[in-house]
């Protein structure tokens, strides 16, 4: 059976339907990866911010630091989180202890 050519335009349109729905996913993947990378980014430049005041003990880790060892145990919910969160904790303990 011949087509017609209405028939050819109608399957050439809905073959470009499905190019540009395949382009606007590739598109929403690209975006919703550099979301994912600028949030992974700003959470680590926070946590650098703290680590820096903690560390050089300025009056803004002084403030934060009884914070953090309140509020941070209830915050971690996995046991491989409060591992690796501990040597902070402990540190933070310390510095506490000190200053007693």
Known sequence: ???TPVEERLEKMREDERKLRERRKAL??????????AETRERIMLGAFI??????DTPTGRQLAPLLQ???PM???RERDHA???PLLKRLKDRTSEKE
């Open 28 to 37: 929403e993947a690209r975006v919703s990866t550099e979301r994912r990378k």
């Open 51 to 56: 680590l820096h005041h903690l560390d050089e």
């Open 1 to 3: 059976m011949v087509r």
């Open 70 to 72: 309140r509020e941070l």
């Open 84 to 86: 690796l969160m501990a």
């Open 75 to 77: 915050f971690l919910t």
